[in-house]
Structure formats: structure tokens, C-alpha cells
């Protein structure tokens, strides 16, 4: 009798790793996807904030152009604004 019990207990933990197997697969496929997903939004992220800044120094330059630069008015009257 003991030999049965024996084989049910391998056969029990063979069913249980069948599981954990299983189980740690889908947890490594969940993470690969969350990490995926993080690179991906961080760098779309990175990309957006980089296009903000250079946006943001172009209507800096811009406008400090357009201080510098006379008035329409100014040009035809001679700098009387």
C-alpha cells in the first residue's frame, strides 16, 4: 500500500508543478507585457516632452524676434511708435 501512496504523491506534485509551471509562465508572459508596454509609453513620453520643450524655445525665439524687431507703425513713422 505504501507504493500507492508513493505514486499519488508524485503524482500530486506532478500535478501541482503542472501548475506552478502554468502559473509562472503567465506571470513572465504579464510581466514581459507591462514592461512592453512601460518602454513603449516612456519613450512616446520622452518624444512628446522633447517636442514641447523645442516648441516652446521656438516661441521663446519668436518672440524675442519680435521685440527686437520694429513695429510696422514704427518703420513707416520713423521709429514714432
Given at each position: 500500500?505504501?507504493?500507492n501512496n508513493m505514486l499519488q504523491d508524485?503524482?500530486?506534485?506532478?500535478?501541482?508543478?503542472?501548475?506552478a509551471v502554468f502559473v509562472?509562465?503567465?506571470f513572465a508572459m504579464t510581466m514581459a507585457v507591462l514592461i512592453g508596454?512601460?518602454?513603449?509609453?516612456s519613450s512616446r513620453l520622452k518624444a512628446a516632452?522633447?517636442?514641447q520643450e523645442?516648441?516652446?524655445q521656438a516661441i521663446?525665439?519668436?518672440?524675442?524676434?519680435?521685440?527686437?524687431?520694429?513695429s510696422p507703425s514704427?518703420?513707416?513713422?520713423?521709429?514714432?511708435?
Amino acid at each position: 500500500m505504501s507504493n500507492n501512496n508513493m505514486l499519488q504523491d508524485f503524482l500530486q506534485v506532478l500535478h501541482m508543478s503542472g501548475y506552478a509551471v502554468f502559473v509562472w509562465s503567465a506571470f513572465a508572459m504579464t510581466m514581459a507585457v507591462l514592461i512592453g508596454v512601460y518602454c513603449y509609453v516612456s519613450s512616446r513620453l520622452k518624444a512628446a516632452l522633447k517636442q514641447q520643450e523645442e516648441m516652446n524655445q521656438a516661441i521663446k525665439s519668436q518672440k524675442s524676434a519680435q521685440q527686437l524687431s520694429p513695429s510696422p507703425s514704427e518703420k513707416i513713422n520713423g521709429g514714432v511708435g
